[in-house]
């Protein structure tokens, strides 16, 4: 379904006009906004965080300003925990991965109800890609298969937290292609991608924005893309589609407010987004870091978040979470 962009004229013109009659909003913050972020420093949630902290910045689109707060503990536990008990909801917000529908399910002692948070907005999903270090010698997936076959369960991977996005992918391809794999969880992608380029790990499904360094450095080679299509900036990488599979993951890169945050407040963060989303700045971003655009207002928001539990649901049960 497509769903239309709105249109910031108006708002662009009542900003304008503020400067001398007031706030063009009901609400404004009146101290900097916790920007928690759900995992840990350099992964692309917190690359995804301060890219938009420096846009509001540059452009002075807050009247406070946007801190980020990493808190990557527990899959994601110690961010959501932190935003379910915001003692002042109307400055609390959190940038989002997938997560933010698993860690719930596989922690259902943390009482945590996504539906209670506020949609505020989806500033795009990212795909994943298989890596792996260029010692390795490995230069296709069917390569990859082997030696994984061969290494007879002693083959190592990274990823973001167990049951977070990249074990799902890893399962899948366990399942999928009858291998087994010795998984090691870490709180962020940042320092997964850091350890494949020194080879504490022999593989990671990294977003591209976080390998992106790594690669542009001729360290780590991308064998398979978990994408619906192949990505503009690896043209050369095949998809698992292609190889007669059909599975895609994307992590969400979206932004909710606490629990309880008033609809003055929402209203102001989900204009605040949607012009930064707006920005030749995000724009360029998505671009450059493979990003693909899915935008959705609030109520949108709500039906994608349970269509995503019930996917996870299935992803979380074939893996015997």
Same mark, same amino acid.
Do not use: C
């Given at each position: 379904?497509?769903i239309?962009r709105?249109?910031?004229?108006?708002?662009?013109?009542?900003?304008?006009?503020?400067?001398?009659?007031?706030?063009?909003?009901?609400?404004?913050?009146?101290k900097?906004i916790?920007?928690?972020?759900?995992?840990?420093?350099?992964?692309?949630?917190?690359?995804?965080?301060?890219?938009?902290?420096?846009?509001? @910045?540059?452009?002075?689109? +807050? $009247?406070r300003?946007l801190v980020?707060?990493?808190?990557? !503990? /527990?899959? *994601?536990?110690?961010?959501?925990?932190?935003?379910?008990?915001?003692s002042?909801?109307?400055?609390?917000?959190?940038?989002?991965?997938?997560?933010?529908?698993?860690t719930?399910?596989?922690?259902?002692n943390?009482?945590?109800?996504?539906?209670?948070?506020?949609?505020i907005?989806?500033m795009?999903?990212?795909?994943?890609?298989?890596?792996?270090?260029?010692?390795?010698?490995?230069?296709?997936? @069917?390569?990859?298969?082997? +030696? $994984?076959?061969?290494?007879?369960?002693?083959?190592?991977? !990274? /990823?973001? *937290?167990?049951?977070?996005?990249?074990?799902?992918?890893?399962?899948?391809?366990?399942?999928?292609?009858?291998?087994?794999?010795?998984?090691?969880?870490?709180?962020?992608?940042?320092a997964?991608?850091?350890?494949?380029?020194?080879?504490q790990?022999?593989?990671?499904?990294?977003?591209?924005s976080?390998?992106?360094?790594?690669?542009?450095n001729?360290?780590?080679?991308?064998?398979i893309?978990?994408?619906?299509?192949?990505?503009?900036?690896?043209?050369?990488?095949?998809?698992?589609?292609?190889? /007669?599979?059909d599975?895609?993951y994307?992590?969400?890169?979206?932004?909710?407010?606490?629990?309880?945050?008033?609809?003055?407040?929402?209203?102001?963060?989900?204009?605040?987004?949607?012009?930064?989303?707006?920005?030749?700045?995000?724009?360029?971003?998505?671009?450059?870091?493979?990003l693909?655009?899915?935008?959705?207002d609030?109520?949108?928001?709500?039906?994608?978040?349970?269509?995503?539990?019930?996917n996870?649901?299935?992803?979380?049960?074939?893996m015997?979470?």
């Open positions: 379904m497509k239309t709105r249109i910031l004229m108006g708002l662009a013109g009542a900003a304008a006009l503020s400067t001398s009659f007031g706030s063009a909003y009901a609400w404004e913050p009146t900097p916790d920007f928690v972020i759900m995992a840990g420093a350099g992964g692309g949630a917190d690359q995804i965080a301060r890219f938009i902290q420096s846009v509001a @910045e540059k452009k002075s689109l +807050t $009247v300003p980020p707060n990493n808190k990557g !503990g /527990g899959s *994601g536990a110690e961010a959501l925990i932190a935003l379910n008990g915001a002042d909801p109307d400055h609390t917000i959190l940038v989002t991965l997938n997560s933010f529908f698993t719930p399910m596989r922690q259902k943390l009482g945590i109800d996504i539906q209670t948070f506020t949609p907005a989806m795009g999903v990212d795909p994943f890609v298989l890596w792996v270090h260029k010692d390795s010698g490995i230069t296709t997936f @069917e390569q990859w298969l082997d +030696t $994984v076959k061969a290494a007879n369960g002693e083959y190592v991977m !990274g /990823g973001t *937290g167990k049951g977070q996005e990249d074990s799902i992918v890893v399962a899948w391809m366990e399942k999928n292609y009858g291998v087994k794999i010795k998984y090691i969880p870490y709180k962020g992608g940042g997964v991608a850091k350890d494949l380029a020194g080879q790990i022999m593989a990671s499904v990294n977003n591209p976080e390998a992106k360094g790594f690669y542009e001729g360290d780590v080679v991308p064998l893309a978990f994408s619906d299509e192949r990505l503009p900036n690896l043209p050369d990488v095949r998809t698992v589609k292609e190889l /007669g599979k599975f895609s994307y992590n969400q890169r979206a932004v909710v407010g606490a629990p309880g945050m008033s609809d003055e407040a929402a209203q102001y963060y989900q204009d605040l987004f949607q012009k930064i989303y707006d920005s030749p700045e995000w724009q360029g971003y998505m671009e450059s870091e493979s693909a655009a899915l935008p959705m609030a109520s949108k928001q709500r039906e994608y978040w349970k269509t995503q539990v019930v996870h649901e299935e992803l979380l049960k074939e015997g979470e």
